[in-house]
């Protein structure tokens, strides 16, 4: 079984300062890890993907993501903020070659001018 | 990236009515799709794979005669919600799996339900 755990519902920066938006993964198997970001009444779009291969990755919109199995951790970073930036961010576990996506309960990110 | 559609992107319907939303995969040709749902500021929810030619795989605790699924070919599913109630309200969010593509999925725009 995987699931994910998102530590903070919500998330609230100064435009320009940098954003942290933590993501904790229980998984049977190596995982896939994707973190997913959600404007008002939109659908997803895919910030970035880990499946194994660089324990950092880079993604759109200068977000970057790095996985550390020993920590169990994928947390989402971005150096600054930008007002654009705002909306709800989602970290998703799955197994490899595998349906099951398992999505954290979001966390809301609030950026101040 | 791949593009996948919704139609319609909102409805408002009357209890007791059926509503139907397409999910259309519209440059790859999907043999799996899943329907999300998910409440107001709260996460996704799986409700169902659906698999083109078969029956459609329901989650646990979705009922699969209110829900009905129909994925008829490689770029459409469908999800008719049956004599719709107040509590089915919510926003429904369809993906699709493009094939060599891992376990990737691309979401659709989801379809706002709203139930009077």
């Known amino acids: 079984a995987q699931s994910v755990t998102q530590l903070d519902s919500h998330v609230s920066v100064s435009e320009g300062t940098p954003v942290l938006l933590r993501c904790n993964y229980s998984?049977?198997?190596?995982?896939?890890l994707f973190w997913y970001v959600q404007h008002p009444n939109k659908g997803l779009q895919l910030l970035l993907k880990y499946t194994s291969a660089a324990t950092l990755v880079k993604g759109i919109n200068g977000f970057e993501a790095e996985f550390k199995k020993s920590e169990t951790s994928f947390h989402l970073t971005k150096p600054s903020a930008h007002m654009s930036d705002a909306a709800e961010y989602f970290c998703?576990?799955?197994?490899?070659?595998?349906?099951?996506?398992?999505f954290g309960a979001g966390t809301r990110l609030t950026v101040k001018p | 990236g791949a593009v996948v559609s919704q139609h319609p992107s909102w409805v408002i319907c009357k209890s007791g009515t059926s509503v139907k939303i397409e999910c259309r995969s519209l440059?790859?040709?999907?043999?799996?799709m899943f329907w999300y749902r998910q409440f107001p500021k709260q996460s996704l929810m799986l409700m169902a794979t659906?698999?083109?030619?078969?029956?459609?795989?329901?989650e646990q605790g979705v009922e699969k005669d209110k829900f009905l699924i129909n994925h008829a070919s490689l770029t459409l599913s469908t999800l008719t919600v049956t004599s719709a109630h107040p509590e089915d309200s919510s926003f429904y969010i369809c993906s699709s799996r493009k094939p060599r593509r891992g376990n990737e999925q691309f979401f659709g725009p989801g379809t706002r339900l709203t139930v009077l």
């Open positions: 440059d790859f040709q999907a043999t799996t």
């Open positions: 998984s049977s198997y190596s995982p896939s």
């Open positions: 998703v576990v799955s197994p490899y070659n595998n349906n099951d996506m398992r």
């Open positions: 659906s698999n083109e030619g078969s029956k459609a795989t329901y």
